[in-house]
């Protein structure tokens, strides 16, 4: 075999496939407002503003390293600054969820500064504790309503429709770009020099620092485009709830808790795996929110058994069974004569 | 001619074990230095502290004259220094051939094509290009090593510090990595290495040095080295095969 008889690439027939899958999907989708009823775009919404968390989760913990279980802290900020820029500034809503998303990200360069110096389990709780400091904050300034929380303003939410149908399109439409805007973020992230090195830093931080990897630069990078995201999606997810409190805003198992279980049972570490996951939870949601505690006491079996039978989640079992990879995000060496 | 890696004094215990006591030493640019010393000495502490991995409690180091004491492992890296681990440290999940790519794109700062292009190469040269496509975590433990060396060499390096990396293989598995130190050490790169299997290291070192109890007690020409009887005690029942 010569060097300069094989070539690399990171295509296949089935990346292709899968390319051409995702555009439909993105074509589905963005002309659901011309086919879908209301109650099918709020649950797609829904569905879109979690697979955008459980993305940004699984980039924090399953490609950085950095297990946080204190994302709740930027989808609190981003909904704060919303509300905070519509009742002071009069501003369009999704001007103001964007402003107040690069001001989140700003933000968490001093928090990373502080998170850093910890690792692992230490890293974990902290990041907890700084959600926690975030919403009892949030408490005690009258400012931004105390722990009654505040309204969106009639006029920012007319900013965005007259009609509540018209409403939920605009925030439909608006949650389907913002998760275009992560996925592809994310996915052009990791193929780029950066993607490198956050692998090489997961397999093994010191042999990746010795072969000149920035390691700290490179997760600050993800944890700060992860604040954005994480952010804008807050924003987003309060858009459509016209309300917002501390206590629903910085909620631990609203918006990480249950983000944790779709990137777990879908496979941590691998780009499908929270919208597998995703797709998972929605579906047990689905059919079994009726029935009361037993949805929970299920969700919790579910991912009992997933841990135990399958701790690399489903498509990371179905990816390592069947060497499966749709996306073309490694590499593949081939020799010219097979391409 | 100035030296292209020089300790200065240095320094480093831990608890009551020196490793280095005042320790001296100048390297020249494209030398091949051998480094012997008791199962302890604190050998593979002194590449350590070239690369950046530990601190120096005392002294400094400098590195084309410039004290780079104060630099990360990455910085170092990135100047030039690369060091092949006694226990391959491979990217388990990534491919032998991705695991190159990380050097070249992040040591040598390479753009993609580039990078991609001297990986490949190197992945010829060091006979790793069938494996190109499987998960650097499932080599064997020769394949390992030529993984650890080939990545080491897409950092472009001026000075490759080895640290063991014979040991373990088979005379006839350590022939063709010797062959390809030969190589680096032909084309100007720098050579510190650190070794047990004496005829390894022979037939590529041009000086050796033995260190023992925090200095270096004896350095010179291999052979030399070697007969010389304070070395002979400490290395009592080691033969000289080379």
Known sequence: MKSNSVSATRHSRTTHLALVFVGVCALVFASAPLWAG???????TDFFLYLSLACLWNFLVGYAGLVSIGQQAFVGLGAYGLFTLSRYTGLNPLVSVLIASVVVAALSIPFAALLFRLKGAYFAISSWVLAEVLRLTAQFIPQIGGSSGMSLPIEAARALGAQPAVRFTTIYLAAFIALLMILSGIYFTLQS???????????????ARSNGVNANRTKLIVYVLTAFGTAATGGLIFLQRLRVTPDSAFSISDWTALVIFMVVIGGVGTFEGPI???????????????????YMISLGAVAILIMI??????????????????????????????? | MAAILALRALTKSFGAITIARDLNLEIQEGEAVGILGPNGAGKTTILALMTGALRPDNGSIEYEGLDIRGMSVEERCRLGMARAFQIPQPFGG???????????????????????AISLELLERSGLL???????????????????????????????????????LSQLESEDLINLILQVKESGVTIVWIEHVLHALLSVVSRTLVLYQGNFIADGDPHKVLADPKVSEIYMGIEVDG
Do not use: C
């Open chain 2, 94 to 116: 990534m491919t032998v051939f991705e695991n190159v790519m990380v050097a070249a794109r992040h040591g040598a700062g390479l753009n993609a094509k580039e990078a991609q």
């Open chain 1, 193 to 207: 020099r950066t993607g490198l090195a956050l692998t090489a830093i997961r397999d093994n931080e010191l042999a």
């Open chain 1, 38 to 44: 209301a109650n099918i775009l709020r649950l797609l």
């Open chain 1, 309 to 339: 039978y399958n701790p690399r989640g489903l498509w990371g079992h179905v990816r390592d069974r069947w060497h499966l990879q749709l996306l073309p995000l490694n590499f593949r060496i081939l020799s010219k004569q097979d391409s």
């Open chain 2, 130 to 168: 069938p494996f190109a496509n499987l998960a650097a975590g499932k080599l064997t433990l020769l394949n390992r090593k030529r993984l650890e060396l080939t990545r080491a060499l897409a950092t472009k390096p001026k000075v490759l510090l080895l640290d063991e990396i014979a040991g373990g």
């Open chain 1, 276 to 294: 597998i996951g995703a797709v998972l939870f929605f579906l047990l949601r689905g059919t079994l929110a009726d029935f009361g505690p037993f």
